[in-house]
């Protein structure tokens, strides 16, 4: 069921779906196997070996590409190992243009790998759109955005990005991991490769580690699959399987998410050792005409600093927290508290990271679904 008539909420729990035509199974079987018997040579009714296709893996990529409102979707073992994919379209000598802030493992795999390889990244600010024009030359091949930022919370037009890319025949990839197809369709707006991590906010549950690309134009995705298939950076069944399970409730889990983001913001805000609080939700937040444009929500993401901007103070919030958990990764159904200094973004070097605003005392909450009143409690008690 891939019709783009439904809804979102109505797709998210039948897109791709089909009862299973052996037994009748409502939920999709894990398909544990790396090879399918043939009746002839060539008759293998489209799977030969699993590392090219798997039935699992199939069901999920058509329902990532459903929710994404997109033609066609890929799955990868981890989000690294689809931006991997996405960065090996390129060749030496090409350039890209890039978010000053974005995830740290992307920064890294970008300066310490592929740059060894002759492709040239430019880390600028994209607040304003206009300011990528004068980047662009004639090597430039991709322009590479995330929004909101991680951990900046950074929001940058889509849209605008989309009609520069297009003006100079560029592709346009958005990793739309901080904000899940619930609150927006990069794809809707012009970008030409949509990434997550689905690890987070699609898998929900902590428990699945995951990547997915979705795109609309057939000869790139015929690109992307020939590299996924000869570079073998696939996902197993079964974490297809969990990735299908956990986008069931995307829709009730982000529903919570935004509003117990919103009122942990507006908590932090008001408390008096805190210094600044960056949430999309708040008018004066930069570009917060444009998230109200183009997001349907502002999520459960948030960073903030303490008036004392010491790493000392900020360890000592995060030593104290009890159901906040101090751990890496974002998205699950339970509150995770991390200091990305010293853990996501400690491979970008400290002079790079202060320039954008991530200094020593940034903490970053991604907010889950328990009860509000315990998390502000939890809150209320760590930072004192």
């Known amino acids: 069921m891939n019709n783009n008539n439904y809804k979102l ?19 999709t079987p894990i398909y544990q196997t790396s090879t399918y018997v043939q009746a002839a040579p060539g008759d293998h009714k489209g799977y030969e070996y699993a590392r090219t296709q798997n039935p699992t893996r199939t069901v999920l990529q058509n329902a990532l590409a459903a929710i994404e409102n997109g033609q066609y979707g890929l799955c990868f073992g981890s989000g690294m190992a689809a931006t991997d994919a996405v960065i090996k379209l390129l060749q030496p000598g090409d350039e890209v243009i890039v978010s000053n802030d974005l995830y740290g493992g992307t920064y890294r795999i970008m300066t310490k790998v592929f740059a060894n390889y002759g492709i040239k990244f430019h880390f600028i ?12 030359n004639a090597n ?12 900046m919370l950074n929001v940058i037009d889509i849209a605008a990005c989309a009609a520069i890319a297009k003006a100079h025949n560029l592709l346009l990839v958005c990793d739309n991991t901080f904000a899940s197809p619930y609150l927006q369709t990069p794809l809707d707006l012009g970008a030409d490769i949509v990434l997550h ?23 790139l995705d015929e690109r992307l699959r020939f590299i996924q298939n000869s570079c073998g950076a696939v996902p197993g069944p079964h974490d297809c399987w969990l990735v299908l399970r956990g986008i069931k409730t995307l829709h009730v889990r982000m529903q919570r998410h935004c509003e117990n983001g919103e009122a942990v913001a507006r908590y932090l805000k008001a408390h008096p050792k805190v210094g ?6 708040f008018e004066e937040h930069p570009n917060h005409d444009v998230a109200r444009k183009q997001m349907r929500g502002f999520g459960g993401m948030i960073s903030f600093t303490l008036k004392n901007d010491s790493i000392e103070d900020a360890i000592a919030v995060l030593s104290k927290t009890k159901l906040f958990a101090l751990a890496e990764s974002l998205g699950g159904v339970e509150s995770l508290i991390g200091h990305p200094a010293t853990m996501t973004h400690a491979s970008i070097p400290r002079e790079e990271r202060v320039k954008n605003g991530l200094v020593d005392s940034l903490i970053r909450l991604s907010v889950g679904i328990e009860a509000i009143e315990d ?4 809150l209320e008690q760590a930072i004192g």
């Open 9 to 27: 909420d109505t797709k998210l729990i039948h897109a791709g779906i089909e009862p299973d035509p052996t037994t009748g199974a409502i939920m």
């Open 125 to 136: 600010s994209m607040q304003d759109a206009q300011d990528i024009i004068p980047v662009v």
């Open 140 to 151: 430039t091949k991709i322009i590479w955005i995330e929004t909101p930022t991680n951990p």
């Open 197 to 219: 991590s689905a690890t987070k906010y699609l898998g929900g549950h902590s428990d699945v580690v995951h990547g997915a690309l979705i795109v609309n134009d057939a000869s």
């Open 276 to 281: 600044k609080v960056l949430w999309t939700g």
């Open 375 to 378: 998390l502000i409690a939890d």
